[in-house]
């Protein structure tokens, strides 16, 4: 059963897998062509797991030690995590001892397939949704260390390779528009959060998720009021 | 910053990553349904945190240094991406 789930889940995270190579081997690259030890990167790809957030980490640990700030800032970066969690709150019902490694997995990439996929009917669902999480880091914690060894061995410098992440968003936002049935909801993300930066700067994120979430209410009474209708 | 407090700093990004993920699953554990509203956000928070980390990545480019490189990067992704996909 578990191999028939792992059989599953493998093609759907090839493309992620792709995606992770170049922005893994980046991320391993960039540490260790600053000087860092290529343990850095490894252990910070298997135990944060947060693309986007190591990123903004490498900056951090060359500036000066502020464990508050760094707190914040994380919580800030990574606020998302709130809405996919929000998002799998249903899916993740049931999973047992997985459920653990399920949550701590969530990146957004594992975030995008175990939110819209559904496995084939003979195969189970906890199961696929654990091997696709698991997958999906093997793939990212592989790349940072090819990164890292490479970024050891080979002196060149690394400007704008972070530019690999704003492509792989960018690919995200095109997949998830062009598979929704309707598109407000990414047109309101997209507008607070643009709203958000020109009004906050650095500091746009939780701004941007209360104007976000505040932004759905309407829709969100509408949606009410047309299931009390077809009951 | 020293060695310890690199470790320290690590340990506490992703002691608030965790947070992150696992806070929606403590504040609504399993067999307490979650409110009305928070079943309808699960439906479009996913499209609208895309666009957030959209956004998120592109505040920091200074569009007067390489922001045209960042621009026609972005449009050959577009490009790329669409004949990808008519392609198959």
């Known amino acids: ?30 540490m260790t062509s600053r000087g860092f030890s290529c343990l850095f990167p490894i252990f910070m790809a298997m135990f944060i797991f947060a693309g986007s957030m190591e990123f903004v980490a490498a900056n951090l640990l060359l500036a000066s030690f502020d464990p508050a700030g760094t707190f914040f800032l994380t919580v800030m970066v990574n606020a998302r995590h709130l809405f996919y969690g929000l998002s799998m709150l249903e899916k993740y019902k049931g999973t047992g001892w997985k459920k653990s490694y399920l949550i701590f997995a969530l990146c957004d990439e594992t975030f995008s397939i175990n939110c819209s996929v559904e496995p084939p009917a003979d195969v189970d669902r906890g199961w696929f949704m654990f091997f696709v999480s698991l997958l999906n880091q093997c793939w990212w914690v592989g790349s940072a260390a090819v990164g890292a060894l490479l970024g050891q061995w080979i002196p060149l410098d690394a400007t704008g390779v972070e530019f690999s992440m704003t492509a792989l968003f960018v690919v995200m936002f095109l997949d998830q528009w062009e598979t929704a049935r309707e598109h407000r909801p990414a047109l309101i993300g997209l507008g607070c959060s643009v709203a958000c930066v020109l009004a906050f700067q650095a500091n746009f994120i939780i701004p941007a998720m209360v104007l976000i979430i505040a932004s759905f209410v309407p829709g969100y009474l509408k949606w009410k009021e047309s299931r009390h209708d077809v009951q | 910053m020293t060695f310890n407090e690199q470790l320290i700093t690590i340990v506490v990004v992703a002691a608030a990553t965790m947070l992150t993920r696992f806070l929606p699953f ?47 990067a972005i ?10 996909k008519t392609c198959y």
């Open chain 1, 1 to 30: 059963m578990k191999t028939n789930a792992f059989k599953a889940a493998f093609p759907y995270t090839i493309p992620i897998a792709a995606g992770f190579f170049v922005l893994g081997i980046s991320y391993g690259f960039m």
């Open chain 2, 26 to 72: 403590i504040l609504f554990p399993e067999g307490r349904r979650p409110p009305l509203f928070i079943q309808y956000l699960s439906g479009v928070l996913p499209a609208a945190s895309i666009s957030l980390l959209v956004v998120y990545c592109l505040k920091d480019v200074h569009f007067e240094e390489s922001g045209m490189a960042s621009i026609v």
């Open chain 2, 75 to 84: 449009v050959l992704i577009v490009v790329v991406h669409k004949w990808k």
